[in-house]
């Protein structure tokens, strides 16, 4: 089981240098994000500790979003030892998550 951690503007860069990390780009503001959150529960209960689960508020850094080409959230971003491998954007189900995952590994 993966615990899910909060990123921040300050530890963003550091979050995803290492390994596989899927990144959930979401907001309080969003109705389709707050369904997710089970779902991403759901991701990080399934996975081991070699894939980091996270989530990033956007309202957080606009800066980053962008960095990240993040225009519509929620968005989830994979990220290989630093690098942006994947992106999936809007509501999805916790086997295409995990599917996507496991591509990955």
């Known amino acids: 089981m993966t ?7 300050d ?7 290492k390994g596989l990390v899927l990144v959930d780009f979401w907001a309080t503001w969003c109705g ?3 369904m ?6 759901q991701v990080a209960a399934e996975l081991d500790d070699s894939v980091s689960v996270c989530k990033f508020n956007i309202d957080e850094s606009t800066q980053i979003a962008a ?6 959230v929620p968005s989830f971003i994979f ?3 630093g690098v942006k491998v994947q992106q999936l954007v809007g509501v999805q189900s916790k086997a295409k998550l995990l599917d996507a995952v496991k591509a990955l590994q």
Do not use: R
Not at 11 to 17: L, T, V, Y
Not at 36 to 41: G, N, R, W
Not at 67 to 72: L, P
């Open 79 to 81: 990220f290989k030892d």
């Open 32 to 34: 389709p994000c707050k």
């Open 11 to 17: 530890n963003f860069a550091e979050s995803i240098a």
């Open 3 to 9: 615990v899910i951690k909060e990123l921040t503007k």
């Open 36 to 41: 997710m959150l089970t779902v991403l529960d």
């Open 67 to 72: 960095d990240n080409g993040v225009s519509t």
